[in-house]
């Protein structure tokens, strides 16, 4: 049996790394927002509450605007908000990651936006990620 030549393996070796780079651009986004899936800080609820309401806004499109609240003793930065457009069949007509400015103080609560939704029967917004600060003037 004759040893493979250099470049026969190295074109093995391209096809092998387009075959594993095509599965995961085709394989989804485990981490995409959805109807069912709406934050990546399962529990969340236990630290923070989020009220919103709902306004039109000049360009036709719909703007989130509400209020987190932290019941936690903590600062968190960064901390994203997910703002979801629903139709009546609980279906997402569209979705947006917003950050909150400034991040949420611990026992306190920050007034957030979310802007450009589309029109749509119902919102809902939930805390998508966040960061807990051990001591928010000292960098260690």
């Not at 039109?56 to 903590?74: C, E, H, K, M, N």
């Not at 990651?97 to 103080?105: F, T």
């Not at 990620?129 to 051990?134: K, N």
């Amino acid at each position: 049996m004759r040893p493979l030549s250099r470049s026969v393996v190295a074109l093995a070796r391209l096809g092998v790394i387009a075959l594993i780079i095509t599965a995961c651009a085709t394989g989804g986004d485990q981490f995409s927002p959805s109807a069912s899936f709406t934050t990546l800080m399962p529990g969340w609820e236990s630290k923070f509450s989020v009220v919103w309401k709902v306004t039109p806004a000049p360009d036709g499109s719909r703007l989130i605007f509400g209020r987190v609240t932290s019941r936690y003793g903590q600062y968190a930065e960064p901390f994203l908000l997910l703002g979801q457009a629903l139709d009546a069949s609980e279906n997402v007509v569209s979705q947006r990651v917003e950050r909150v400015p400034g991040g949420v103080p611990g026992f306190n609560s920050t007034y957030y936006e979310i802007s450009r939704m589309a029109v749509a029967d119902h919102y809902r917004v939930t805390v998508w990620a966040y960061s807990l600060v051990e001591d928010r003037g000292k960098v260690q």
